[in-house]
């Protein structure tokens, strides 16, 4: 069985979020005073205290930027939490934010999705399943109860 890892935002996306996010506005940060926030930055929840920002993120848009590809309609941006100020990174084993219904997206090698499936709760047999199909080039993880996205997975990683 192969093991893929749920990629955070990466460093220099998050450098450009934190000047200007994908929207064209400027970072807005916050001290975020209950935590529980899903930050995309080192795939961990807020904790009381810490100072976060909400910003609008194109994950496709950033992965087809990599690879020459046109996302065409599928260029979707939405907002996601991350450390108003760099951070450690993840430091976790397994798949983040569990314990809650998710949507396990595939795309292909030209941006286009070519599936998806809804999980009740453990996200990891279902992006097994998705990597079995040869033309599956990364996977999007989403909550469905407000369709965020979380994390990417990538063949290959």
Do not use: N
């Amino acid at each position: 069985m192969t093991t893929y890892t749920a990629r955070p935002i990466g460093p220099v996306t998050l450098k450009e979020l934190r000047t200007s996010d994908d929207a064209g506005r400027p970072m807005d940060p916050f001290v975020d005073e209950e935590g529980g926030a899903p930050l995309r930055c080192c795939l961990r929840r807020s904790t009381p205290g810490e100072r976060i920002a909400l910003v609008s993120y194109a994950p496709l848009r950033r992965w087809a930027g990599e690879t020459g590809v046109d996302p065409g309609a599928y260029d979707e941006q939405g907002p996601v939490f991350l450390h108003a100020d760099p951070c450690e990174g993840p430091d976790l084993d397994g798949y983040p934010f569990t314990g809650a219904h998710r949507t396990v997206r595939r795309y292909g090698r030209d941006g286009r999705i070519l599936g998806g499936r809804l999980v009740e709760d453990g996200v990891g047999p279902a992006i097994e399943e998705a990597f079995a199909d040869p033309d599956v080039a990364l996977v999007h993880v989403r909550a469905v109860e407000y369709g965020c996205f979380l994390y990417e997975v990538r063949r290959g990683r």
